[in-house]
């Protein structure tokens, strides 16, 4: 399946917007802003410097300044939280409209349930509101409906169109049993009809949980946000000492500083810039993980997933497409290839599975055709035998199946198995292929050689992995020597051959112990346990309720390759984060240079010196300052909101680009930006 | 002049290569490896013995610092019963007085947090008993404590899952039998060669070439000599210090008592890789100190040889560079080496009057010890360093999309918590204490001290405001040099220092080995190529950016209002 994207909105769509100005303002009540430290203090800057302004309005009072130095910085500061509460917002609106696209899905709906004693019969259909089936309650659906709740097939088998969730047109098929027997409340049935148990309780399905967390309102902080607010908490409150004791400073170099200068310093010196971008980054990583059709069930796994050091993949279906395919004839015995690729043909007429169905394409391709005939007699596979074949009426037997069971059925009757067959069979098991012995009457007359498929792109994968220090373990049911061959093809790590469910369950434990983080996908229910074992569990939307339970993201493409992108969305959250954080506190030296020789300048002209930047006054000095601060919050939403992008380049080479363009590049930023606004202030004052 | 900087760069670069070896041989002995030093087994066994303590016994973090901070306390209270009674007890044959209580309080604190803040003149203050079994003692003991806190650090970093971190009385008494002891041996007897005195006889006097008679003190004083140089402690015999012909009489002993200050810390950063087994990890934490290091002290000696400006705006030629406040026979740039030197690693003693060093000097001086991490105080240091090292790996451990990782554990809230609070804590304890005083200065210039705070200061203006910060900055680093030309004794000067040198010893020695306990208990992560190298070059240039961003950052505007601004003037 093409890994396919949820529709994406603009980052800045008029209607986004107009709800986040709205919330915007919303959010400046004390009691939403306290959440978050760093916009707190802005906020209550911004309170002072209103009364100073009401002050000198009232009082026509000029020592704190000019009063449209006053207003201007007012002004700015307010600009600056609402820029910053206009970041969370945008981010929460873009989630909101994901969500809302979902409610949609999720309206009331008729619901056929099933009463197993009924006003007239036994298992009587009646007709009721979706929300009011239980937990454990049996409804039916039939072509045409929408499923009303969150459920597990328990008879039947439908075609059902889940593009609400999913935004995949193509129907897929559910039944009973097996793997594929959840469905999604909301989606629809095409074809045939379903009876469906309720494994849910009311307002706490698949898509209202998604809703929940897609708004936010489930979001908690991450370990690593918390972590980070704390840092930025201790650089405020490092900056409130600072200029708390500037007062006394001043005071004794007799150097009068307005409120409004003061204020200013400490409102360039916080980390504002990331202070007020944090909660979008967090928001805009969970979008992000929507959008690539992943529900996660916290945002702390999908930070989780940037950490994550070894990948359990299965390997058919993620690694190699689903099935073998024949990729060569090898006769022996003296047989022609033409005859042999007959007899190969002949003996997979009947065979159903798709590497019988490969052997017919491999001789069609080689122009070899051949059709079904009344009188032929086919021998279908048995455990017993473990081969299959045809008896035709001119009396050819033809067989064909595993190695040892083609030689003891040759033995048996007295023949002997050719060397050179016995030479292909291990070479070809040696590289990785499964060998099909294929027996004319009792004499082997050649092998066929089947083979996996490496999907395209997989080692680039892996190789991408590799550098961004993940291990791949490829898991499956093949014996070791084939597994390995695969693994080494493939380019994976480490291999699990011969895989039985507790094997992959003993695999990240051990990899746990020594102090990794293990991200699988699985969709069975014996998948379950592991998915719940893992640090990072990912089921697919088509899996079991079971395993989706266990697991702590969902992907809604049913793509086993999608672990790959998760973990990289991790990391690009993780990444925002750091990034933005550099890039704020190396602002300060620049915002530094501009504001304290434009404090201390007109009580201590030599300090002139310090002036580098050769800003105009010091009003000048400190308006730009504060205006650069502002308008840095809104310039970097777009980058807070699409993530930074990563590049598996190593860790120290990571760090080496990050700290080039967000470090130093934090440095000289400010140094243009404050300049420039100081000469545009110039032709004002 | 040339040959001043050679002297300058041979001294640094002898104490570099000494250190090394020296580092290897304190790592051996952290190990247990038999050293040239095996012989102190049994005093180290007998001493055990009488404090019946069990040296197998291994200790957690928490238990490391109960014992430190016990018998830390202990030594308070002893010490102070010695000073406040010292003029009535024997050994004391010049006849000085007790101490003051509020005196006694900051002398006995300043000792036993290797800081030296000395608040009295040695020659009258002391007698030779409080010298010897006060200061001396303490000036052991305190450096001791660093290192066994380092140890316990050391221990914690090792890639092993553990709360048994070593036991802190075989680290403290170890750093004194192995390493302090006998270096300070080696040094006393060059000083005693060269003229330092070693006499329990009281004041001598001389009659000079002008004939008057001259009362000259004297005493044990080569040996609290060579362990206040190597112990980062910095607490002269002699009230001026190293500045002293008896504590200091020749180039060669300056050149001497100068690798004595820097030796150890250096030491240490080495011993942390050979005992760790990651010599790179040390080479780069080397690195970022000495980058920060020579930058800073090449500011100062240029500023120093250049002269003061504003005698050369006068006309005033300056041949041998500014010699205000200096001994002819170190000059200008060996003065200003062993003023950084003496800064950077809390150190705190002095061969020149810093009060009277270019302004440029003074915020050298003063930057390097709120820095108090480019090599840093015996011990002390490099858990300084590891503070700004673990906010280092948080910032970077995100920008390369990991949860924070050091050594193998990750870096959570909780680490976190404490290295902000002990980030917070020196520009707290700093800025704080400087508002305080120049709030008294302006609003109750007349109180009633010993010293009117209105007469605290000689300087008046950005230099005065300088003293003052220099004298916070000094405490809260456990520095304990001054700039001098402050009235600091009195209740307020005694009492305040007071308070900023125990929060400033104390607490950065519990937060970085809270945070190393912690961390050693944690699951341990093998490195991946994921994983951000802590001892990459480009992992140093970060480390050294969160330094410098945190302590200029918080300093900038009152280092503007004090050196720089005088800085600015004098051009």
């Known amino acids: 399946m093409s890994i396919h994207r949820r529709k994406t909105h603009g980052l800045f769509e008029p209607a986004l917007v107009n709800t986040a100005l709205k919330q915007s303002f919303v959010k400046l009540s004390p009691r939403l802003m306290v959440k978050n ?59 909101k409209a994901q969500a809302e696209s979902l409610r949609k899905t999720r309206q009331d709906t008729p619901a056929k349930k099933i009463f197993p004693v009924g006003e007239m019969y036994v298992n009587e259909v009646r007709v009721v509101h979706s929300s009011e089936l239980q937990l454990g309650d049996m409804f039916e659906c039939e072509a045409g409906d929408i499923i009303p709740m969150d459920g597990e097939i328990v008879k039947g088998i439908a075609t059902i169109d889940e593009s609400a969730i999913t935004g995949e047109s193509a129907p897929v098929i559910r039944e009973a049993g097996g793997d594929k027997s959840s469905v999604t409340g909301g989606t629809k049935v095409l074809s045939d009809k379903i009876i469906v148990k309720v494994t849910t309780q009311p307002g706490e399905t698949f898509l209202d949980k998604m809703i929940a967390l897609v708004e936010g309102a489930n979001r908690q902080k991450t370990p690593n946000e918390i972590a980070l607010t704390i840092l930025l908490a201790a650089f405020t409150l490092v900056f409130i000492i600072v200029c708390v004791t500037l007062k006394p400073f001043a005071d004794y170099a007799n150097t009068p500083i307005t409120i409004a200068a003061f204020i200013s310093l400490f409102v360039c010196l916080i980390p504002t810039t990331i202070g007020g971008l944090l909660s979008a980054i967090g928001i805009a990583g969970m979008d992000r993980a929507l959008r690539a059709n992943v529900i996660a069930k916290s945002g702390k796994a999908v930070e989780t997933a940037g950490d994550v050091d070894t990948l359990l993949l299965d390997k058919t279906g993620t690694i190699t497409i689903g099935n073998r395919k024949a990729t060569h004839f090898y006769t022996a015995n003296g047989i022609g290839e033409q005859d042999f690729v007959e007899l190969a043909v002949l003996s997979s007429l009947a065979d159903e599975t798709p590497e019988g169905k490969s052997i017919i394409e491999l001789a069609q391709a080689k122009g070899i055709n051949k059709s079904r005939e009344e009188d032929m007699h086919f021998i279908n596979f048995t455990a017993e035998t473990r081969s299959s074949g045809v008896d035709l009426k001119d009396g050819r037997k033809i067989r064909k199946g595993a190695f040892d069971a083609i030689r003891n059925m040759v033995t048996k009757h007295g023949g002997t198995v050719p060397k050179e067959v016995e030479e292909r069979v291990k070479t070809i098991a040696a590289n990785g292929g499964t060998p099909l012995v294929v027996a004319l009457n009792n004499e082997a007359k050649g092998v066929i050689e089947l083979q996996d498929i490496i999907k395209p792109g997989m080692q680039e994968r892996f190789q991408r992995l590799r550098k961004m220090g993940v291990k791949t373990v490829m898991v499956t049911g093949d014996n070791p020597l084939t597994a390995k061959y695969i693994a080494e093809k493939a380019g994976v790590d480490d291999f699990i051959a011969e895989a039985k469910p507790e094997d992959k369950m003993n695999y990240i434990r051990k990899e746990q112990q020594t102090g990794k983080l293990v991200a699988m996908m699985g969709d069975g229910t014996n998948d379950a346990p592991a998915l719940a074992q893992a640090d990072v569990g990912v089921a697919m939307n088509s899996g079991t309720q079971a395993a989706k339970e266990a697991s702590n993201m969902v992907d809604m493409d049913n793509d086993p390759t999608k672990l790959i992108e998760v973990v990289e969305i991790g990391k690009q959250l993780l990444i925002t984060r750091g990034t933005l954080t550099t ?50 919050i809104p310039s970097l939403i777009p980058l807070a909101l699409r993530g930074v992008e990563y590049k598996p380049i190593g860790a120290s080479a990571l760090l080496r680009r990050n700290l080039l363009i967000y470090g130093f590049g934090g440095i000289i930023v400010p140094f243009i930006g404050i300049k420039l606004i100081d000469l545009i202030i110039g032709f004002f004052i | 002049m040339n040959t001043e900087l050679l002297g300058v760069i041979i001294t640094y670069v002898l104490t570099v290569l000494l250190a090394i070896p020296l580092g290897k041989y304190i790592a051996k002995t952290i190990k247990g490896e038999r050293t040239i030093l095996g012989f102190m087994a049994p005093v180290e066994r007998f001493i055990f013995k009488i404090c019946g303590i069990d040296p197998n016994k291994e200790m957690n973090w928490k238990q490391h610092l109960k014992a430190l901070l016990t018998i830390n306390f202990i030594w308070f209270i002893y010490g102070f019963i010695m000073l406040i009674t010292q003029g009535s007890l024997f050994l004391n044959p010049d006849g000085n007085p007790s101490q003051t209580p509020d005196l006694a309080f900051n002398t006995v604190i300043s000792f036993i947090v290797n800081c030296n803040l000395q608040h009295y003149s040695g020659e009258s203050g002391l007698t030779y008993l409080t010298q010897l079994y006060v200061v001396m003692f303490f000036q052991f003991v305190s450096a001791a404590t660093g290192i ?32 302090l002891l006998p270096l300070s041996i080696i040094v006393a007897i060059v000083l005693a060669f060269n003229g330092t005195p070693t006499s329990f006889e009281g004041k001598d006097s001389i009659v000079t070439l002008q004939g008057d008679s001259v009362q000259v003190s004297r005493g044990p004083a080569a040996g609290m000599i060579a362990i206040k140089q190597l112990g980062t402690n910095g607490g002269g015999w002699f009230g001026v210090n190293s500045a002293h012909p008896l504590e200091n009489p020749n180039y060669f002993t300056n050149v001497v008592e100068n690798i004595a200050i820097l030796l150890i810390p250096i030491a240490l950063v080495f011993a942390l890789g050979y005992y760790l087994n990651r010599r790179k990890l040390a080479k780069v934490i080397f690195g970022v100190m000495t980058v920060g290091f020579l930058f800073i002290l090449s500011t100062s000696v240029y500023s120093e040889i250049k002269g003061n400006p504003a005698l050369s705006k006068m006309g005033v030629l300056q041949p041998t560079g500014s010699m205000e406040g200096k001994e002819a026979r170190f000059g200008p740039a060996a003065s200003a080496l062993w003023g950084i030197s003496t800064t950077a690693t809390s150190n705190g003693s002095v061969n020149a009057m810093h009060d009277s060093m270019t302004p440029m000097s003074g915020a050298m001086q003063m930057l390097d010890m709120m820095i108090n991490a480019f090599y840093g105080g015996i011990g002390v240091g490099i858990l300084n360093y590891f503070v700004f090292l673990i906010v280092a790996v948080f910032i970077s451990g995100l920008m390369v ?11 959570e809230a909780k680490e976190m918590k404490i290295a902000s609070v002990i980030a917070l804590l020196h520009p707290l304890l700093i800025l704080a204490g400087t508002a305080l005083s120049s709030y008294i ?24 405001f300088g003293e003052m910060l220099y004298e916070y900055t000094s405490s809260a680093a456990n520095n304990g040099s001054g700039f001098e030309g402050l009235g600091d004794n009195n209740i307020f000067w005694n009492v305040t220092t007071g308070f900023v040198l125990i929060l400033g010893r104390f607490l950065p020695i519990v937060g970085p080995i809270a945070i190393a306990g912690i961390l050693a208990q944690k699951k341990y992560i093998p490195e991946s190529a994921g994983t951000l190298k802590s001892d990459s070059y480009t992992f140093g240039l970060m480390t050294f950016a969160v330094i410098v961003i945190i302590a200029a950052l918080a300093f900038f505007p009152a280092l503007t209002l004090g050196p720089l601004a005088e800085h600015f003037s004098l051009k």
């Not at chain 1, 201590?604 to 050769?614: S, T, V």
């Not at chain 2, 999309?401 to 870096?411: A, D, N, S, V």
């Open chain 1, 37 to 95: 430290p760093v916009m707190f203090t802005v906020e209550i800057g911004t309170l002072v410097m209103m009364l100073v302004v009401i002050y000198s309005i009232v009082t026509g009072d000029t020592n704190e300044g000019p009063l449209w130095y006053n207003i201007s910085i007012f002004i700015v500061l307010f600009l600056t939280v609402l820029f910053a509460n206009f970041a969370e917002a945008i981010a929460e609106a873009r989630g």
């Open chain 1, 583 to 632: 890039f704020s506190i190396a602002n300060d030296v620049a915002k530094y240079f501009a504001i304290v020789p434009a404090l201390f300048v007109a009580s201590i002209p030599a300090l002139q010196g310090l002036n580098i930047m050769n800003l105009k006054s010091p009003e000048s000095a400190i308006l730009s300052a504060v205006i650069f601060n502002a308008i840095i």
């Open chain 2, 148 to 179: 066994a806190a380092l140890f316990v650090l050391f221990k914690a970093l090792r890639d092993k899952v553990t709360d048994q971190l070593g036991n802190f009385w075989v680290f403290f008494v170890q750093s004194i039998t192995r390493l």
């Open chain 2, 401 to 411: 999309g990991r949860t924070p990782e050091f050594l193998g554990r990750k870096i």
């Open chain 2, 441 to 464: 200065i302006v609003h109750h210039p007349e109180a009633d001290w010993a010293v009117k705070p209105a007469n605290w200061l000689n300087n008046p203006g950005y230099h005065g």
